[in-house]
């Protein structure tokens, strides 16, 4: 299910390093929403710039915070504020679609790409003061659904942005999109099969593709951001983007990771029931 849907929460534990994670990836996509907008729309910036600073100064605060409940409060204030920058993504996108943002260098995706990714960032850390998912395979095949869709994306940004004279890196990024678009479907059409079920064979085994396609697109990212801040290849991509691109690639192995983890430990815990079962 996406991550639209009400009862769909992140896979990840609430911990501070995903919480720093993605306050500092909010606070990026701030930065790109206020470069992006035509300059005549003041206000519009001032908020944009307003929204970078508050994530600024909440990464910072989290990063010194020493005690439990100072984590907490501060997680609080994120929340909040993470939910009103959610709002202010999709205004900005409904401004874009009805044609009222004329001379915007964002895409309606990619601002609807960033409203995404501050739904989970909000989702993520209601989970410091709430519980997970009630079916373990249901944050798993969500989570999937989340990052396929959003990788599948950045190579879409990626392609349209870097100069068409490059040919070997757009190609390369057409092939990959392609990629994550088959696997897109494949998360989703998983994800309904096995919905308020458990892990299967399958599961694994696309996780294990995933991970595949993943470690390539960030293989990919990796070698576009060096490119892109060595200038040795045309592009209008700014540095940042291609950093910021990266890093949530990186990100996403981490999570694909713990998902691994997990699925591993259901495959433990049902080989010692079938022990248990063979010896009564
Ligand atoms: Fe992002
Ligand atoms: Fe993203």
Request: hydrophobic share 40%; with cysteine.
């Amino acid at each position: 299910m996406d991550i639209f849907c009400r009862g769909v929460k992140p896979f990840p534990p609430p911990a501070l390093a995903e919480v720093c994670f993605w306050l500092r990836i909010m606070r990026d996509h701030a930065q790109f929403i206020e470069l992006g907008l035509p300059c005549e729309e003041g206000n519009l910036k001032i908020e944009a710039q307003g929204f970078l600073g508050v994530f600024d100064d909440l990464e910072d605060r989290l990063g010194r915070a020493s005690c439990e409940e100072e984590i907490n409060r501060l997680v609080m204030v994120a929340t909040v504020a993470v939910g009103r920058f959610f709002v202010f993504n999709r205004h900005i996108l409904h401004l874009l679609i009805d044609c009222r943002l004329c001379g915007s260098c964002l895409y309606p995706l990619f601002v609807d790409h960033l409203s995404r990714e501050a739904l989970y960032c909000r989702k993520l850390l209601k989970k410091f003061t709430g519980c997970g998912m009630e079916f373990p395979v249901d944050a798993m095949v969500s989570e999937n659904i989340f990052w396929v869709r959003g990788i599948g994306d950045h190579l879409k940004f990626v392609r349209d942005l870097i100069d068409p004279s490059e040919r070997a890196l757009v190609g390369r990024a057409k092939i990959l999109g392609g990629k994550f678009d088959c696997l897109s479907l494949q998360a989703r059409d998983l994800g309904s099969m096995l919905w308020h079920y458990r892990p299967n064979n399958e599961l694994v085994r696309f996780e294990k593709d995933l991970r595949v396609a993943v470690s390539e697109a960030v293989e990919y990212f990796t070698a576009t951001e060096s490119l892109v801040t060595c200038c040795t290849a045309v592009s209008t991509i700014p540095p940042l983007l291609a950093e910021h691109i990266r890093r949530e690639g990186e990100h996403c192995l981490v999570v694909l990771e713990m998902i691994r983890r997990c699925l591993l430990q259901d495959d433990a815990a049902e080989d010692e029931d079938e022990d248990a079962d063979e010896d009564d």
